[in-house]
């Protein structure tokens, strides 16, 4: 009988396990059992192009040929639809300067090849905080060549099926629905990058605060809401830093947590790694080293002479060399110095997805490749027109669509993911990976970047 009873004992034992495991949510084995396939996540943070700037004619993708006539055409400030778009301004308001290539142009997207070669600049365009969110117009989309300083500009898009980024495309994953996570500009999105944050800065003068008026209108722009959030560009109070900046535009030292700390703290190795980072930390910065596109030294854990930034953020050339070396951190963020980050007005798109191939080859060719993960995607819009709306977010973003491509051997192959993203999102696919606690609601709730992955 003891024989008997420990059989029936045993195997309903082995039933209650068999039926606890159906039972055991799917997402959580499988997500543990993907993410601990991937030893390296590789962020490559370009600059200033919306999604149909430079993937509107993408084969079976939601682009330019997908736009409702309501969200094409222009209008001006009073809702009159544009005859012919605005003259280009080269950025600047005066009539002299106007750059007389995108003259008289119709009321419509138009190739911005056939006026500027891929590998020669344009102009800046205006990209601000307050001004995206009016471009966006609800949704519409339609007022994109009103409020910018560049007028017609802002309508123009690449044909870009002969550009090397669109080779890695067609061959991974792009993500046509990615937005950028804030409105504006490169500050607050490389901010939202690492902290999912707006930092506040409650001393600012009222100079530079904006005023809004009770129909919502903006009648003075300024760097900080009229609350006292850090929206348009302002320079580290931590070195390095531009010169010559009145003190009020300098932010003080941030505390909120950063993805940095996520990690550390979780005893995971990462880097930031910058273009020009040396030179620019002996005082020696390049003309196009861009202080407020390097998110980390916002915040007091990294100031200068810190253990944590010896460690943590580091040049371009330590990035080549630990690619090569097959030492790369388990995370890595990598920012292009400005004449390779794309930015219009002081970059070209070429010379940008050159540079930027190359180090894909780097990584394709070392032994990283085999578990790497890597995101290619643009800190915002960069005032360039997309036709699809942003979703509805909160009162920071999402803001327009930017392209981001997924390479890797665990990407899905020639594949278009229709899912909504934002830069978040990036947060998120890390914070799985790595079981980190997310920094704020939006990357708690975003949509994960695992999703364009196969195992």
């Known amino acids: 009988m003891r024989k008997k009873g420990g059989y029936w004992l045993g195997l309903l034992l082995l039933c209650a396990a068999f039926i606890a495991c159906k039972n055991t949510p799917k997402n959580i084995n499988q997500t543990s059992s993907k993410t601990s396939q991937i030893g390296h996540i590789i962020v490559i943070y370009l600059e200033n192009h919306s999604f149909d700037n430079l993937y509107g004619q993408f084969p079976g993708a939601d682009g330019i040929a997908q736009a409702e006539p ?20 080269n950025g600047h308001d005066s009539p002299a300067h106007v ?15 056939d006026y500027i070669p891929p590998d020669q600049r344009t102009p800046d365009l205006t990209h601000r905080f307050y001004q995206h969110q009016l471009q966006i117009n609800g949704g519409r989309m339609n007022r994109f060549a009103d409020i910018s300083s560049a007028g017609a500009l802002a309508m123009g898009y690449y044909d870009a099926r002969n550009f090397p980024l669109w080779q890695y495309a067609q061959r991974y994953t792009l993500a046509d629905h990615f937005f ?20 506040r800065l409650d001393s600012a003068p009222a100079s530079l605060r904006a005023q809004i008026g009770n129909a919502g209108e903006l009648l003075h722009d300024g760097a900080v809401t009229p609350d006292g959030y850090a929206v348009n560009t302002l320079q580290p109070a931590n070195k390095p830093h531009a010169d010559g900046v009145a003190p009020e535009k300098y932010l003080p030292p941030l505390t909120q947590p950063t993805i940095g700390d996520r990690l550390s703290d979780k005893g995971v190795d990462w880097a930031w790694y910058a273009g020009g980072w040396n030179d620019a930390q002996s005082g020696r910065a390049d003309r196009l080293f861009q202080f407020h596109h390097q998110p980390f030294v916002y915040f007091q854990r990294y100031a200068k002479n810190t253990d944590e930034r010896k460690k943590h ?32 007005g002081y970059a070209d798109v070429l010379s940008g997805e050159q540079h930027i191939t190359q180090t894909l080859k780097r990584i394709e060719s070392s032994p990283l490749w085999k578990d ?84």
Not at 102 to 111: E, G, M, R, T
Not at 184 to 198: D, K
Not at 313 to 336: C, M, Q, R, T
Not at 434 to 453: H, P, Y
Request: overall charge negative; charged content about 20%.
């Open 70 to 89: 309501a969200r094409t055409l222009q209008i001006d400030a009073k809702g009159k639809t544009f005859g012919y778009l605005p003259e280009v301004g």
């Open 313 to 344: 953020l580091k040049d371009e050339e330590d990035f080549i060399k630990s690619i090569e070396s097959g030492n790369l951190p388990a995370v890595s963020f990598y920012k292009p110095i400005g004449n390779f980050n794309e930015h219009p």
């Open 99 to 113: 750059d007389t290539r995108f003259s008289n142009l119709p009321n419509a997207p138009f190739v911005i090849n």
């Open 372 to 455: 790497s993960v890597v995101i290619i995607t643009y800190d915002e819009y960069g005032g360039f027109w997309d036709h699809v709306p942003p979703p509805k977010g909160d009162r920071w973003g999402p803001g327009s669509r930017v392209p981001a491509l997924i390479i890797s051997p665990f990407a899905k192959r020639g594949f278009i993911d229709h899912t909504v993203y934002d830069t978040t999102s990036i947060l998120k696919l890390i914070e799985t990976r790595f079981g980190l606690q997310a920094l704020g609601d939006r990357d708690a709730a975003a949509n994960n970047l695992l999703n364009t992955l196969q195992f």
């Open 180 to 199: 950028q996570a804030a409105y504006g500009g490169s500050f607050l999105n490389h901010l939202w990058l690492v902290c999912a944050c707006t930092p």
